[in-house]
């Protein structure tokens, strides 16, 4: 998992920088804002198809409040890597806030297909964001 995420993140940002927090960003900072980037996203779908527009039934449902999830999504996915930089004790600037810009995009991308995986589950949304792959 720490190469996975290390390289995924070094791909879009290059080596982290300063260079003296090379380790802490691989090893440490890297992983966690990954997993916590895949386990925020699903379950903030999980919430959106499965609380929201099944459980409690509440019109929930439209394009627009999937948006509304999307950009909560985007706004927590940004503050992760924020917060774990400064919990690890590693100086924050440019850099961070590139690789905080990035966990946002790339929650993005990972919300969209959580939501065509998981949207058959509703009872309201099954067409939210789009109709397709599944069609009743």
């Not at 400064?86 to 790339?106: D, I, P, Q, W």
């Amino acid at each position: 998992m720490q190469n996975f995420f290390s390289g995924l993140y070094e791909l879009f940002l290059g080596r982290p920088m300063p260079a003296n927090y090379t380790n802490d960003y691989r090893e440490v900072i890297f992983p966690n804002t990954g997993l916590q980037l895949i386990l925020i996203t699903l379950a903030l779908v999980i919430v959106y198809y499965y609380v929201l527009n099944r459980a409690l039934s509440t019109g929930f449902y439209k394009p627009m409040h999937w948006v509304i999830m999307l950009i909560i999504n985007a706004a927590i996915a940004f503050a992760v890597p924020l917060i774990q930089v400064n919990s690890n004790g590693v100086e924050t600037h440019s850099y961070t806030y590139t690789f905080a810009l990035v966990n946002a995009v790339l929650s993005l991308l990972l919300f969209f297909i959580f939501s065509l995986l998981l949207k058959k589950g509703s009872v309201q949304a099954w067409t939210t964001p789009v109709k397709w792959p599944h069609s009743r």
